[in-house]
């Protein structure tokens, strides 16, 4: 009776104690598979780290920074149209800084930051990438690069950059700014939610250029050959005379051909152009031949 009593009191527990889809982990203890690989077992990830090589015309560490990253789905709601995000959208950093990202997953599903761009002779692919399955945090440490340049951060993963978890990263002054950064730069293609109807003559004028229509369209020139005379871009002589022969040696070939397969046919037809070929040349030879005794008795009569 009393080990029902427990089992009960047991069942009752777990029924009203939340179960949480997965704890946050704190990603610190990963193995190192060289080339600046780290990952483990629960999904963490940490790709192209550098903390000690300087890249090319950087002779010293400029600065030492730390960041901490957000991401997941509720820094989104501030973006319409949107699914992700970052909890920023843009960074910026001296020249030959060592950057420590701090990356913070709090969504269930895997998110990434990662940085494009970099030397290849130093980061692998020309990235750094810090990964997290579902819920934790992870860190990785780079050095960035000299000059002044604008680097993409972005989540891989399907979609993601494309429903909003995208940013930029200026080193020195940057350059150009990249294209739809939410909060920071217009959408190539934006969303519209005014609500007002879009209208067929609206989508008509978008699709094509207006044009005034009190002016005739200029008709189409004739082709003209070389010379400046007007020719015929229907069929010519040629092709009316070849499809004339065709017609006439249709059935004569139909019937030298009939019963044979098609790679028979083939090698008949090239061993009587082989035919042909060797008669020209012999009909050839013997004018030239012909030619040359010509010429040959008429200097000796001079």
């Not at 910026?92 to 913070?104: G, N, R, S």
């Not at 015929?232 to 059935?251: C, K």
């Not at 019963?259 to 042909?276: C, D, N, Q, R, T």
Request: proline share 7%; aromatic share 6%; hydrophobic share 35%.
């Amino acid at each position: 009776m009393d080990k029902i009593v427990i089992l009960a009191a047991l069942v009752g527990a777990l029924s009203v104690t939340p179960v949480s889809a997965k704890e946050f982990q704190n990603h610190t203890n990963m193995m190192n598979h060289g080339d600046g690989h780290l990952m483990d077992m629960d999904g963490g990830m940490v790709m192209g780290q550098n903390t000690d090589t300087l890249p090319g015309g950087c002779d010293k560490i400029a600065a030492t920074k730390e960041i901490t990253v957000r991401a997941g789905h509720k820094f989104s709601e501030k973006f319409p149209g949107t699914m992700y995000a970052f909890d920023q959208q843009e960074f910026q950093f001296e020249p030959c800084t060592k950057l420590t990202v701090h990356f913070i997953n709090e969504d269930d599903i895997r998110h990434q930051w990662m940085m494009h761009g970099l030397p290849k002779y130093l980061y692998p692919k020309g990235m750094f990438h810090l990964e997290v399955s579902g819920p934790g945090e992870v860190s990785g440490t780079l050095i960035l690069p000299p000059g002044d340049k604008t680097y993409l951060v972005h989540c891989d993963i399907a979609q993601h950059m494309e429903k909003g978890m995208k940013a930029q990263l200026k080193v020195g002054k940057g350059a150009e700014d990249l294209p739809s950064i939410p909060g920071v730069t217009t959408s190539v293609f934006p969303d519209d939610y005014s609500g007002k109807p879009y209208s067929a003559e609206e989508a008509a004028a978008n699709a094509a250029p207006v044009t005034d229509s009190s002016t005739p369209s200029p008709a189409p020139a004739p082709a003209s050959s070389a010379n400046g005379t007007e020719t015929d871009t229907g069929l010519s002589g040629t092709t009316v005379i070849g499809i004339a022969l065709g017609f006439l040696l249709a059935p004569i070939l139909a019937k030298r051909y009939k019963g044979m397969s098609p790679g028979e046919i083939v090698a008949a037809l090239i061993e009587s152009a082989k035919h042909s070929l060797k008669q020209v040349v012999s009909l050839l030879s013997g004018i030239l031949s012909k030619s040359g005794t010509a010429k040959t008795s008429t200097s000796i009569k001079k």
